[in-house]
């Protein structure tokens, strides 16, 4: 299985400044034949479902606010919010669907400072 | 306006059976595979599988293969996810979601969720 990691568990930042989320695979999640890393990052606010920010490593799904953004290649991630905002306040979590089975970091925890 | 509904909570025995539903609505379910994703209490998201609509094929993570069962009705755009024999750690909340027209793609959109209780 492709074990997923994130960095920090846990982060407080203030209000408006940067938060930056890392997550790293045990194994390349990169298909050379498309070039497209099979990476995904959810938003989880208590009591809610996950809600999808980003596919394929970089690609903000619809309706997502542009303050988040994601990057990375290969087995390195990142998740940065440039901008936080109160409502951010969540759980985030990366995901591989590169390799069955699929798998999810343990995800890290966003509050405000 | 895509939506995923699921059943409501259940409160069950060890040893009982099990079958919860998710029913999809604005978009063509049968084009999209729908995932089943396990939360723990406490714990992150665990996949556990997911089911292509269209032809009911099935891909199952090993760590739940032979422990549920999915199924799909698509004359009424919905999911199944079963068990035969509970046990007090299937205790979690259990999500689906609609992923891509492939196989091999992240979670688009969730259901609400479904906590399912065993206890004796």
């Known amino acids: 299985d492709i074990v997923m990691t994130q960095s920090p568990d846990s982060l407080a930042v203030s209000l408006g400044e940067r938060a930056t989320i890392n997550c790293k695979s045990s194994?390349?999640?990169?298909?050379?034949?498309?070039?497209?890393?099979?990476l995904a990052w959810y938003q989880q606010k208590p009591g809610q479902p996950p809600k999808l920010l980003i596919y394929w490593a970089s690609t903000r799904e619809s309706g997502v606010p542009d303050r988040f953004s994601g990057s990375g290649s290969g087995t390195d991630f990142t998740l940065t919010i440039s901008s936080l905002q109160a409502e951010d306040v969540a759980v985030y979590y990366c995901h591989q669907y590169y390799n069955i089975p699929f798998t999810f970091g343990p995800g890290t925890k966003v509050d405000i400072k | 306006e895509v939506q995923l509904v699921q059943s409501g909570a259940e409160v069950k025995k060890p040893g009982e059976s099990l079958k919860i539903s998710c029913q999809g609505s604005?978009?063509?379910?049968?084009?999209?595979?729908i995932a089943w994703v396990r939360h723990m209490p406490g714990k992150g998201l665990e996949w556990m599988g997911s089911i292509n609509p269209g032809g009911s094929d099935t891909k199952y993570s090993p760590s739940f293969q032979g422990q549920v069962t999915f199924s799909v009705d698509k004359s009424i755009s919905t999911a199944y996810l079963q068990w035969s024999n509970l046990k007090a750690s299937d205790t979690a909340i259990y999500y689906c979601?609609?992923?891509?027209?492939?196989?091999?793609?992240?979670?688009?959109?969730w259901g609400q969720g479904t906590l399912v209780t065993v206890s004796s």
């Open positions: 194994q390349s999640v990169l298909y050379n034949s498309n070039n497209k890393n099979y």
């Open positions: 604005g978009y063509t379910f049968s084009n999209y595979w």
């Open positions: 979601a609609k992923s891509g027209t492939s196989a091999y793609s992240g979670c688009s959109f």
